[in-house]
């Protein structure tokens, strides 16, 4: 039987890696507010791009509301509402939680060569 992971689309993490290198730093989950704008962690980055590819910018604006409040949960459900899979995301902010901060970066091509 063939194996099939499931992973971040090169599409989407290209406009995550736009996101992430526009930020001074990348945080751990959720993210944080900088310079008064939210700097997201890398699952939060995806969601964002996912959600604005396939949704509209007026959901990636509404993403950003819910993100500080709401925290991790937001994330998984916006990969889910961007017809992502919800442990995918999970697996972004783990990996993003447990990696230093200057080494988060490189955590977006790993989730799209899952």
């Given at each position: 039987m063939k194996r099939t992971s499931v992973k971040i689309p090169r599409h989407?993490?290209?406009?995550a890696q736009a996101l992430?290198?526009?930020?001074?730093?990348?945080?751990?989950?959720?993210?944080?507010?900088?310079?008064?704008k939210i700097s997201y962690c890398v699952g939060a980055a995806?969601?964002?791009?996912a959600l604005e590819i396939v949704r509209?910018?007026?959901?990636?604006?509404?993403?950003?509301r819910r993100l500080l409040c709401?925290?991790?949960s937001a994330i998984v459900e916006a990969f889910v509402?961007?017809?992502l899979d919800g442990s995918l995301a999970r697996t972004a902010?783990?990996?993003n939680d447990?990696?230093?901060?200057?080494?988060?970066?490189?955590?977006?091509r790993r989730l799209v060569l899952l």
């Open positions: 989407v993490a290209r406009v992430l290198r526009a930020q001074r730093s990348i945080p751990a989950s959720p993210g944080v507010i900088e310079d008064g995806c969601a964002a791009a509209g910018a007026r959901e990636r604006e509404e993403f950003d709401a925290g991790s509402s961007a017809g902010i783990a990996i447990a990696t230093k901060g200057s080494k988060r970066i490189g955590i977006l």
